[in-house]
Nanobody, 127 residues
Framework: EVQLVESGGGLVQAGGSLRLSCAAS????????VGWFRQAPGKEREGVSC???????LYADSVRGRFTISGDNAKSTVYLQMNNLKPEDTAVYYC?????????????????????WGQGTQVTVSS
């Protein structure tokens, strides 16, 4: 059974940092793409970043230069380091996975191609 568990969310002041973790189990980690999405109240879910071992990383324009996605194959965990956070980054953040990884790497905002989703973690940035 594929499982994705996010952690690391919380409340932070504008300009601060958080690191989200997505712990994966039940699949061969390096054959999948893993993406981070977020959804703010009243808004659609949007892609933030995604990565696959063979195809690199993608970032949304709104986070490029502030967020960094990385993976630890030994721990089957993908991280999202978020720096210089802004109030508009406030949302529930979800990780998702899809096989093969290349399906997700055409566009960062492609929630429909993902098969597996975590439960989400809340990130709140105060001004």
């Amino acid at each position: 059974e594929v499982q994705l568990v996010e952690s690391g969310g919380g409340l932070v002041q504008a300009g601060g940092s958080l690191r989200l973790s997505c712990a994966a189990s039940g699949f061969t980690f390096d054959e999948y793409a893993v993406g981070w999405f977020r959804q703010a109240p009243g808004k659609e879910r949007e892609g933030v970043s995604c990565m696959s071992v063979n195809d690199g990383e993608l970032y949304a324009d709104s986070v490029r230069g502030r967020f960094t996605i990385s993976g630890d194959n030994a721990k089957s965990t993908v991280y999202l380091q978020m720096n210089n956070l802004k109030p508009e980054d406030t949302a529930v953040y979800y990780c998702a996975a899809v096989y093969p990884g290349s399906l997700a790497m055409l566009a960062v905002n492609s929630p429909g191609v993902y098969d597996y989703w975590g439960q989400g973690t809340q990130v709140t940035v105060s001004s």
